[in-house]
């Protein structure tokens, strides 16, 4: 690993102040780093992939980590929150989808020192980009090398011209809550619903996975569903092996259930597109009845739809009827 | 290029001892345990988190020392396995730690490279529950990768120790024809069985 200078700051204005220099306003030119658990980060730096001269630590900062309620019932999660805090923390309700999520996050030992910001700006795991010597379109090449090589890992929702899957269980996790993400630079704090942070490969910048810059420091996630305890949610998510792995398909689903109906629904899909991919379709084919075999129709029916647009390349065609039985199965559990 | 970066100081503990050292802001807690304190009990196998033999407990709690700069160590308390054994004297105990003990007697390595990791692992999860089941263990090993044993025996080496913390009869080990651990005490470290 290259040397670099080692910043920590005390609070998040002199966190911001420290970011915020003509060269960090851009991706291309940054040479700071927002350093959190470093778990992602570090491996980065190792493997040359980045080469950062500062690193901003703000994982010492106060009141930056932790869980307070929000509005209405809502929960407020601190941007260095450890992936560890949250595995415990919900064992039914609105927000169970984010303990089980947590738990299927790498180790042990990286969920300790893992925080829930970092989880959500991790980068690809794509095995292309992982490779220093593959110059890729994620790293400012000209082709993406999985399209056309092995794609197995890769996504069928959403690709092009890059084809990596976002590696995130907390983005699908969150989005299903309608989350709202909190954003400071020096100029101040800012609030986006976490659906418009993350970005398609062809929505612009096809090296970023968000919105984010250089110069900006996440502070909260904060979740935004109306009347939390009429949801219920549950994520389920495929792995190779059974622990310390990535998605090869994951389903984070929420329902609002008023007098034994299906009123409203979240439907976020992980590991198969280049974001936490949202099935808006789909999540209104789920309202209704929860009598059996009509909720068993409606779900069939909301897989095809979610999986509706997916183009599988030559090695994972696999994901498709995998999502959608995993959709149809976290269905079932939330409704048993 | 740039200039070397003012190198950090810091404090903190190490199996109970208190160092001070000063290093370069780029060094890893796992470097500065090999490579200036001589722990070369915690082993650097890929150094990028995906093995864990570089496992040590912070604050009682595993984690990768390939993946925590030595800067973010300021002031935490570190296990390494060279303190495993003086930490189980200290608490009382005679011998060696029963999880290293178990390892031991289960041969529940080969080469040895991931035990170290694999016992701390291992140690801390029994400090949080000293009675969990077999998933539970599966699980909390789950990061830490041997290449050797397939994993039975390790998971059967930490099912002893919990066995014998609890005063239970420890289940007879799939590849003995009797039960080895029987007529045992934690320290003979021989077997007792007609195996």
Redesign the interface.
Known sequence: ??????I?PETVEAATAALATKENADWATAKARVFGG??DL??E???GLEEP?A?V?V?WIQGLGGVTQADGGNLKFGATTKL?ALEGLFSSGAFQVLSEAAKTI?????R??ATLAGNLCQRPRCLYYRRPEAKCLKKGGDECFAYGGYNKFNAILGGGPSYIVHPSDMGPALMALDAQIEISDSKGTTEMALDDFFTLPSDGDVTRENVLRPDQVVISLRTGLDTPSEWRSTYLKFQER???DFALSAVALSLRVQNGAITDARIVLGGVAPRPWRCREAEQLLLGSMEAASLAKRGAAAADAALLGAEPLEHNAYKVPLTKGLLQRALRQLTA | M?A???P?SLELSINDDRVRASV???W?LLELLRYELGLTGTKQGC???DC?AC?VL?DG????SC???A??AEGKKVQTIEGLQPAHRKAGGVGLDPVQDAFDRCGALQCGFCQSGMML?AR?LLNENPTPDRTEI???L???LCRCTGYTQIVQAVELAIAESTGAEPESPSWSDGNPWKSTTSLSGKNGGDA
């Open positions: 690993m290259k040397d670099f200078e080692y920590q470093g778990q570090l491996g730096m190792k493997t001269s690193l630590n994982k560890r790498g180790s042990p030992q990286i300790t020192q059974d622990g310390f | 740039l070397m970066s003012t950090i370069p802001a780029h890893t150094d990028k988190g864990g496992t912070i709690k595993p984690q990768l993946l925590i700069l800067a973010n692992s801390a599966r699980q909390a789950s990061g830490n």
